[in-house]
Nanobody
Framework: QAHLVESGGGLVQPGGSLRLSCAAS????????MSWYRQAPGKERELVAA???????NYADSVMGRFTISRDNAKSTVYLQMNSLKPEDTAVYYC???????????????WGQGTQVTVSS
């Protein structure tokens, strides 16, 4: 069992930056991929960025060049640096442990509680 806790969300103006953190605990040593997803009101949850324990990454086209995912394996923590934020980035952001780099669910599927990101002037 894994426990994920996100932090770092908030209200930011368009063009601003935020850094999300996801601290993982529990049985996570065998989980190779950690990811960030988001869900806007009325929309399906979508993959934002994913990273393997070796550092390979995958990004949604909509955030490419603006968001950076990183991981500190020693701290079991994954980060999402979000720059040049746009109103359409407004969503609840969720941390995931277990899904593949492209978002496939192969049976290991842990989620955090989510953190709200609002981009508005």
């Amino acid at each position: 069992q894994a426990h994920l806790v996100e932090s770092g969300g908030g209200l930011v103006q368009p063009g601003g930056s935020l850094r999300l953190s996801c601290a993982a605990s529990g049985t996570i040593s065998s989980i190779k991929v950690m990811s960030w997803y988001r869900q806007a009101p009325g929309k399906e949850r979508e993959l934002v960025a994913a990273i393997t324990s070796g550092g390979s990454t995958n990004y949604a086209d909509s955030v490419m060049g603006r968001f950076t995912i990183s991981r500190d394996n020693a701290k079991s923590t994954v980060y999402l640096q979000m720059n040049s934020l746009k109103p359409e980035d407004t969503a609840v952001y969720y941390c995931n442990a277990g899904r593949s780099l492209t978002g496939n669910n192969y049976g290991i599927d842990y989620w955090g509680q989510g953190t709200q990101v609002t981009v508005s002037s």
